[in-house]
């Protein structure tokens, strides 16, 4: 059974910084890209993030680049994301997603396995 499971949301006043961690298992986690997605209230679901198994490649959404950097360690079978310079727009859930077939894809579509989500809150 595939679990994911999302850490490290909390309230953060604007221009702060959160590091989320998401640990898989139940899967061979280095085989699969892994993508970062947030959704505010009454809002679609939206790509935030994604790297390859090796991270030899990474991709990001316009919104967050600059800011927020994706990383893994396949050892813990752990993904990350680290955000800087947080801003009350970045208020949501984040999840984390696993892809087996590494497309690095920003829709959620293109992703096999889900996390619950943590949430991410920034004071102005």
């Known amino acids: 059974q595939v679990q994911l499971v999302e850490s490290g949301g909390g309230l953060v006043q604007a221009g702060g910084s959160l590091r989320l961690s998401c640990a898989a298992s139940?899967?061979?986690?280095?085989?699969?890209?892994m993508g970062w997605f947030l959704q505010a209230p009454g809002k679609e679901r939206e790509f935030v993030a994604a790297?390859?198994?090796?991270?030899?490649?990474?991709r990001y959404a316009d919104s967050v680049k600059g800011r927020f950097t994706i990383s893994r360690d396949n050892a813990k079978n752990t993904v990350y994301l680290q955000m800087n310079s947080l801003k009350p727009e970045d208020t949501a859930v984040y999840y984390c997603?696993?892809?087996?077939?590494?497309?690095?894809?920003?829709?959620?579509?293109?992703?096999?396995?889900w996390g619950q989500g943590t949430q991410v809150t920034v004071s102005s």
């Open positions: 997603a696993a892809d087996r077939w590494g497309q690095l894809g920003t829709l959620s579509m293109k992703y096999d396995y």
């Open positions: 139940g899967l061979t986690f280095s085989t699969y890209a």
């Open positions: 790297i390859s198994w090796s991270s030899a490649n990474t």
